[in-house]
């Protein structure tokens, strides 16, 4: 039986860049950021339905459709398709939850903490105080639905050993 070596972990490059020129004047912009020792990439492509389901589920252990949140360091989402858009519902280990809009055709990238990964990113809270008394929790679980039909959904994960 072979034994099965770990991945050198690598540095992955994010490059966000806009480009317009409006009035004859370049207003484009190149933002850049790597994230070293990545040693584990999921990318996949999922049919999501007009249901909502888990596609994503963050715990101690990892397994198939199930990561660290101490080891994810970076999360893109993009829908596929050219009409319907997708929501995104992610919610943390407090029970807190918040749905974004992915439309036709468009991108949502989550970076995570440097030190701690998806330790202590999110809190979705009513309090019109938010600011002053936030309580950042562990990403717990990412849910996805379409809005009238059926979308590809690509989803890309990076995680440190």
Do not use: H
């Not at 966000?16 to 040693?39: C, R």
């Not at 996949?44 to 199930?66: K, Q």
């Not at 809270?125 to 990412?142: C, F, K, P, Q, R």
């Amino acid at each position: 039986m072979a034994r099965i070596t770990a991945y050198t972990g690598a540095t992955l490059t994010v490059n966000i860049k806009e480009e317009v020129t409006l009035n004859n004047k370049d207003y484009g912009s190149l933002q850049s950021f790597t994230i070293a020792s990545i040693a584990d990439i999921n990318r996949r492509v999922l049919t999501i339905t007009t249901t909502e389901a888990s596609i994503i589920n963050f715990a101690a252990a990892g397994a198939g459709g199930t990561f660290i949140p101490g080891k994810v360091q970076y999360m893109r989402f993009t829908n596929l398709d050219a009409t319907n858009f997708i929501t995104l519902t992610f919610t943390n280990s407090a029970g807190d939850e918040v749905a974004i809009k992915l439309d036709a055709g468009r991108s949502f990238i989550w970076t995570a903490d440097i030190a701690a990964g998806m330790v202590g990113v999110m809190n979705a809270t009513e309090n019109a105080n938010a600011n002053s008394d936030v309580a950042l929790a562990d990403m717990a679980l990412v849910q996805a639905d379409a809005n009238t039909a059926s979308c590809d959904l690509e989803f890309f994960i990076a995680s440190i050993a």
